[in-house]
């Protein structure tokens, strides 16, 4: 040992290289490790002998201090059997045993001495306390006034105060001493280099025969308190065994009395109760009584400890075997020194750290377990800055599924490049990150505290642990399952999210997470998008209250999906009444487009969802002119009347036009649904409107045949005209000086034909103008088709090149010209839904016609 001045008032003691003998205890392994943890490893220094106001502090496994209890305790197995020897037999010590004891007590004596300079474990934090101040504290709190007494000359002192009796009852002091044979057996126990089994037999047995020989002493004690002439009424006095009298027993050689007094303590303690020996007076009487009570007590003592020893049933049986166990696995393996000393002092940190959470409530339900949890970690678990700013639900999730764990000094919780799926939390104690070079020198990174948190950059980002992480001090960590973590985010998206913020924001002056902030950035985008396909799914298929926790959680309401799709959008679509409620009170735009041009509105209207409809409307949402034309032409080439009637029925402009500049009106003209006109017409399309290629709905009508919008074009005409008699050619005829074919259409088109119905006063001045000469000279009424000579059902690639002629007068002659050109008879004309014509009249302009044998 030696003396060194420090400024700290408590740090590690040096560690004292230990052989392999018997002693393997925590603290030895806690030596050994402090040992091989040198400063050259962390840049810290662990003085070698720690000195505090220039006293000597003894490290406690030191070889020397080793042999001093080795001493001690073969005085006090001396002093713990003597003193009932000398409290019963003696009156005052013969010479010789006076100096032994006067040795005993000298070396006591210097043992208390040596109390106040030894450093100790702290229980609860496994540190070496080496402050002095703290030392002797801790001893004068527990047996320092014990050791006191006990080192008295209780013998002159009794013989100083008149032989008082009293004074001898204080001899029962030094019985304290027996708690170092109790600590001889109990580190045996732990030391499984010796039996178990054995152990724990000579320590029941050494129990038993010392509870037998202190109960003799009292029991000779008894009898002594009588004056010699009231000898016949104590139990020696009275005695007789073969023939052979006790009266006088004070004259009787000490031996043959301490024989005789154990014997009738074993026979009552045994309650055999052979007759030869009884008690006579009462405070026998009494003292027997209390004994056989004492004794069942021990004896139910003795066979739970014997049943514990044969079923293996306590914890330093199990302890002995993990240990016994543990030692094959190294040995049969090979392991190297530093792993093998690191795995036995987890083991014995297990075994001596009972009080801890997976020691102690493992057994419980998870609920209660979550509930201590979450009342022990929760305050550290607040402090960390990686969870600034989260929820309350979200740090208590986080307080109920950590777990706390114990690591001593020199060990590496996390190695560099490895794969985590844990994260920790520093509790108490201190680590330090270390980055390992190419060449495999060691660099320290910095030194991790209390609330310090490590291994999340790594689980978070899915990337090799960057750092190594060493035990300096004992710590205790909070650990964190990366699964447990990520289910956890993944219902508090938010907090998840600001999680990931915190890492950044936490992080910006530190270049080693620079190259991470791109993957952290898209792992939160990577987050936002899958949170975004879970709220849609809840939106589309009507869970209400899942979508409810998502938006709770941190969702966005206007969050798209790869369509442009939001959950109003989704919800409109199936018609979620409630769904839809929510999310415009959660501040859900109403208007917004998707990657079609639909907005919820339009999605309600095509599914005729009328509630929905409503909702929307009164939040304010309107069909958006942009696409409306795209929407109305789509309905129309569906030939979805109702669908058209709800668009224009709920704010859709009757001439919304499309990409080219076509409206409603052009697409249902031109492909003949007169019901469809009809409703356009009656919510105001306009029949001149011009599409990007000059053409009006009249137009498009002339294509498919005028005639069929006879009724349809007459009441157009009519509404125009209602307001002035004036006006019903002359904006008509305007509208049309622009455009010749237009002019010719609207005149030559409406003939007698067409407006046969119509009284003349009607049609005053626009017949005048139709007369039959114009119809059979004017070319622009004239219409033409083209033949192909297979069925309409043939493939687009498998048909032949096909004719295009004047569609004839007769259908006789449309066969005849085809048969010519084809070359073979063609006796049937169909239209391209395989329908057969029966006169040329049905054929419109462009049409597709196919001619066939049969």
Not at 262 to 276: C, E, K, S
């Amino acid at each position: 040992m030696g003396r060194e001045k420090v400024d700290t008032s408590e740090y590690e003691l040096q560690e004292y290289e230990e052989d392999d003998s018997n002693h393997a205890s925590m603290q030895n392994r806690l030596s050994h490790i402090l040992q091989n943890f040198r400063s050259q490893e962390t840049g810290l220094t662990f003085p070698s002998i720690s000195c505090w106001s220039k006293s000597i502090i003894i490290p406690k496994e030191s070889r020397k201090y080793r042999l001093w209890m080795h001493v001690i305790l073969v005085w006090a197995v001396y002093s713990s059997f003597f003193t009932p020897i000398e409290f019963g037999f003696f009156r005052g010590l013969p010479t010789h045993l006076w100096w032994i004891d006067q040795i005993g007590q000298i070396m006591f004596m210097v043992d208390i001495a040596v109390n106040f300079f030894v450093a100790y474990k702290d229980f609860h934090t496994y540190k070496w306390v080496v402050n002095h101040r703290s030392i002797s504290l801790r001893y004068a709190k527990s047996s320092l006034i014990p050791d006191i007494l006990g080192c008295l000359p209780w013998d002159a002192i009794y013989k100083r105060t008149g032989e008082k009796e009293i004074v001898r009852y204080l001899l029962w002091i030094r019985l304290c001493r027996v708690r170092k044979v109790d600590a001889f057996f109990h580190r045996m126990e732990q030391n499984i280099r010796i039996n178990y089994l054995m152990t724990r037999i000579v320590k029941l047995l050494t129990v038993e025969l010392y509870c037998t020989h202190t109960a003799a002493c009292i029991f000779y004690y008894l009898a002594t308190t009588l004056s010699p002439s009231k000898e016949e009424f104590t139990w020696i006095g009275s005695l007789t065994i073969g023939g052979y009298d006790f009266q006088n027993f004070r004259d009787i050689d000490l031996g043959r009395r301490y024989i005789v007094s154990l014997y009738f303590a074993i026979i009552t303690m045994a309650t055999v109760g052979y007759g030869d020996i009884h008690v006579v007076n009462s405070r026998e009487m009494v003292f027997v009584m209390i004994f056989v009570s004492f004794d069942m007590i021990l004896g139910a003592y003795l066979i739970g400890n014997m049943t514990a020893v044969i079923v293996k049933g306590s914890n330093t049986e199990k302890f002995r075997d993990k240990m016994t166990a543990l030692i094959k696995y190294m040995n049969r393996n090979r392991l190297d020194r530093d792993i093998r000393s690191q795995l036995k002092n987890h083991l014995r940190l297990q075994y001596e750290a009972q009080f801890t959470e997976d020691g102690v409530v493992q057994d419980l339900p998870l609920s209660i377990r979550s509930k201590v949890a979450q009342s022990l970690y929760m305050a550290t678990v607040e402090r960390v800055s990686l969870f600034n700013n989260c929820s309350t639900e979200f740090m208590n999730q986080m307080g109920m599924r950590v777990h706390e764990e114990y690591f001593l000094p020199g060990e590496v919780i996390m190695e560099q490049g490895n794969a985590v799926d844990q994260i920790y939390i520093v509790a108490y104690g201190a680590l330090v990150e270390v980055v390992i070079n190419l060449d495999g020198t060691e660099e320290i990174i910095s030194n991790l505290e209390a609330e310090s948190v490590f291994g999340a950059v790594a689980v978070l980002c899915s990337i090799p642990q960057p750092y190594t992480i060493r035990v300096v001090d004992l710590c205790k960590v909070l650990r964190l399952d990366k699964q447990v973590l990520f289910n956890i985010m993944r219902i508090y998206f938010a907090d998840g999210r600001q999680v990931l913020t915190n890492i950044l924001k936490f992080g910006k002056d530190d270049t080693r997470l620079s190259p991470l902030e791109t993957d952290i950035s898209f792992l939160i985008a990577e987050q936002e998008v899958e949170l975004s396909l879970k709220v849609n799914n809840a939106a589309y298929h009507g869970k209400t209250s899942h979508l409810k926790s998502l938006i709770k959680s941190g969702a966005d309401v206007n969050r798209a999906d790869y369509d442009g799709r939001t959950p109003l959008h989704l919800a409109s679509v199936k018609g979620h009444e409630e769904i839809v409620r929510f999310l415009v009170q959660e501040g859900a735009e109403v208007d917004v487009e998707d990657k079609f041009g639909n907005t919820p509105l339009i999605e309600a209207v095509k599914g005729c969802h009328s509630q929905v409809i409503k909702i929307l409307r009164s939040a304010g949402a309107s069909l958006v002119e942009r696409n409306g034309g795209v929407h109305l032409r789509n309905a129309v080439l569906t030939g979805n009347l109702e669908l058209v009637r709800s668009l224009l029925e709920n704010g859709l402009n009757s001439n919304s036009r499309d990409h080219n500049g076509r409206t409603a009106l052009h697409i249902a003209t031109s492909e003949g649904l007169v019901m469809m006109v009809r409703v356009l017409l009656e919510h105001g399309a306009d029949l001149y409107a011009k599409d990007r290629w000059g053409k009006t709905p009249l137009q498009e009508s002339k294509q498919f045949g005028g005639s069929v919008f006879k009724n349809v074009l007459k009441d157009a005409v009519m509404s125009k005209e209602a307001s002035s008699v004036e006006s019903t050619v002359t904006p008509f005829s305007d509208s049309l000086t622009g455009d010749s074919s237009l002019r010719n259409f609207s005149f030559n088109s409406c003939n007698d034909e067409a407006f046969a119905d119509q009284d003349n006063e009607d049609k005053s001045h626009s017949i005048k103008r139709c007369t039959s000469s114009e119809r059979g000279t004017d070319e622009g009424s004239k219409k033409r088709c083209t033949i192909f000579s297979c069925p309409p059902w043939t493939a687009p690639e498998d048909r032949k090149r096909g004719l295009v002629v004047w569609v004839p007068v007769t259908l006789n002659e449309l066969l005849h010209i085809a048969s010519q050109h084809f070359g073979h008879a063609c006796r049937h004309a169909l239209n391209q839904d395989g329908g057969e014509f029966s006169s040329t009249e049905l054929i419109r302009d462009s049409e597709l016609v196919y001619v066939i044998d049969q």
